[in-house]
Structure formats: structure tokens, C-alpha cells
């Protein structure tokens, strides 16, 4: 049996190859071994395999043990050297004759979007990043460095901006109440959320929805428009490969593949395809 699995700092999607060849879903919490200590990460991958020892048999009338699986391919946010070490310890722990390949997010999202194809990668979530992809491996990164020195076009950048716009009324009188109002906060409210408590970024990438509401605003549009060309300028410009589509995961690239189109088009790039979610892609990739 073979499990592939999806990790996001929000979100882990797990997939359970069935003896029929179909996958069995399952969704956790998201786990980064950057972020998370041990013992987060552990807990995590424990409530998996239980929860996949629950609901087998009840969903598929099928004997099931964690020790099951012989295959995991985990691609997760922060699964690098020394840190995927981590995730691999506590796979092994709950699925024990398992052999456990544990990759970045960002090599999943290439082979979700270019398959065995060369071709360039992005990811648009809560963060972001991309890469040069062979066919097989990511063969060049430009460093995402994170929502305070990067992450241009993430959800977690775009909710900073855009509520600095807001509290500094940049943007015109009836936006900046209607986003207060919408969300319910106050200026101390939102200080209070990215200054004193913890995972700030997730809080900003919360914003999205309502600035996706807005997006077709006079002065939304270009605030986005210019936010998305500065991703592919500090970003995608720099692999020098204009032949190559650009491709896209992520809710944030979904919710605005307009004008991330038109963005990509001003940069003189080749627009390819967007994928909400990486997992089923991932999933033929190892299973199709």
C-alpha cells in the first residue's frame, strides 16, 4: 500500500492507495517541521494513522493496520535537511514497515503541475515560492525567504499589505470600512493579532477571502496586479526560462488567476495551469 501525502503549514492532505487503485482521503492539521517541534509533528502523524485504522474499515470494509503501508511519499512546508529528519522519524513510528521519501512542498507541486515534464512550478498559498524543474527534480530555487522578506503574492504578504493600506487609508473611505466591518476588527484588534499573537501569517492570510471579494475595486486591482508582477519579477525572472509555462498551486493563485494572468502576460511570460491543491496530481504521479 502505497500513502502519499500533502503538507501545508494549514493544511495535510493524506491519500491511501486502496487495493482497487483509488485513494482514500484523509485531512489533518498541517505540519512544518521549521515551525512545529517533535512532538507536534509526531502528534499529527499519529492522529493519521489512527484516524485511517478508524475509518477503513467502517468506508471500505477492509482490514487495515498502520503497518499496512510499505510506501509514504510525504512532500511537506519546511521538509528539508536537517529538518524533514524529524518527519521521517515520527512516520516510521506509525507506519513501521514503511519506506518513507520525505520531500519539499515544492518539489510535490512540480510534479503535480509539470508531471515528468520540464517546466517552472509555483506555489500561491498562506507563502510562496517556486522553482526550475527538470522532469524529476527541482534543479533551481529562488529562496521564498519567508512572509517578512518574501513570499511576494502569498496569501500572508497579501493580507499585510493590504491592511496597511487599510489602517493608513490609502485605499478610498468606503473599502477601509467596508473591510473593518467585514471582518469585524479595529486598528487594536488587528495590532493585537500580528504583533502579539503566535502565527501572525496565518492570521493576514485569513484576509484574502474578502480582499478576493474586492479584487475588481479600482483600486484593489492594480494594488493586486502590482503585487503579482513583483512575485514573477523577484521570482520567476531570475530562471531566465521564458520558453517554459509558468505554473501555479494554491488557493490564493486560484482566487485570482485573472489577474495573475495578466500580471504573467505584462512580464512577457508564458502563462500554464493552475491546481487549487496539489494532492491529486501528486497522487498519479506515484499511483497512475
Given at each position: 500500500?502505497?500513502?502519499?501525502?500533502?503538507?501545508?503549514?494549514?493544511?495535510?492532505?493524506?491519500?491511501?492507495q486502496l487495493e482497487s487503485g483509488?485513494?482514500?482521503?484523509?485531512?489533518?492539521?498541517?505540519?512544518?517541521?521549521?515551525?512545529?517541534?517533535?512532538?507536534?509533528?509526531?502528534?499529527v502523524i499519529i492522529t493519521a494513522a489512527r484516524s485511517f485504522e478508524r475509518e477503513m474499515p467502517l468506508m471500505q470494509h477492509e482490514d487495515f493496520t498502520a503497518s499496512s503501508v510499505t510506501e509514504i511519499y510525504f512532500y511537506g512546508a519546511g521538509c528539508v535537511?536537517?529538518?524533514?529528519?524529524?518527519?521521517?522519524?515520527?512516520?516510521?513510528?506509525?507506519?513501521?514497515?514503511?519506506?518513507?521519501?520525505?520531500?519539499?512542498?515544492?518539489?510535490?507541486?512540480?510534479?503535480?503541475?509539470c508531471g515528468h515534464s520540464e517546466g517552472i512550478a509555483c506555489i500561491m498559498g498562506t507563502g510562496s515560492n517556486s522553482c526550475l524543474y527538470d522532469g524529476e527534480r527541482i534543479v533551481k530555487n529562488v529562496s521564498p525567504l519567508g512572509w517578512i522578506l518574501g513570499d511576494e503574492g502569498s496569501g500572508a504578504v497579501l493580507g499585510r499589505l493590504f491592511v496597511g493600506e487599510v489602517l493608513k487609508r490609502q485605499f478610498h473611505k468606503s473599502l477601509c470600512t467596508s473591510f473593518l466591518k467585514y471582518h469585524n476588527?479595529?486598528?487594536?484588534?488587528?495590532?493585537d493579532r500580528v504583533y502579539r499573537q503566535p502565527q501572525p501569517n496565518r492570521f493576514l492570510a485569513s484576509l484574502v477571502p474578502y480582499i478576493s471579494r474586492v479584487q475588481d475595486d479600482r483600486e484593489v486591482r492594480p494594488f493586486l496586479l502590482r503585487e503579482f508582477r513583483r512575485f514573477f519579477?523577484?521570482?520567476?525572472?531570475?530562471?531566465?526560462?521564458?520558453?517554459?509555462?509558468?505554473?501555479?498551486?494554491?488557493g490564493v493563485a486560484a482566487a485570482f488567476e485573472g489577474i495573475l494572468r495578466e500580471a504573467a502576460e505584462k512580464e512577457k511570460l508564458t502563462f500554464?495551469?493552475?491546481?487549487?491543491?496539489?494532492i491529486d496530481k501528486i497522487y498519479q504521479y506515484h499511483c497512475g
Open positions: 500500500m502505497k500513502l502519499i501525502v500533502d503538507s501545508g503549514s494549514t493544511k495535510t492532505s493524506w491519500r491511501l483509488a485513494p482514500f482521503p484523509i485531512e489533518t492539521i498541517g505540519v512544518n517541521p521549521v515551525r512545529d517541534d517533535a512532538e507536534a509533528v509526531h502528534q535537511p536537517p529538518y524533514a529528519d524529524v518527519v521521517r522519524h515520527s512516520l516510521s513510528e506509525a507506519f513501521p514497515m514503511a519506506k518513507s521519501f520525505v520531500e519539499s512542498d515544492m518539489l510535490g507541486a512540480a510534479r503535480a503541475l476588527l479595529t486598528q487594536a484588534d488587528i495590532i519579477k523577484r521570482n520567476v525572472q531570475a530562471y531566465d526560462r521564458p520558453d517554459l509555462p509558468v505554473n501555479f498551486v494554491g500554464g495551469i493552475i491546481e487549487k491543491s496539489p
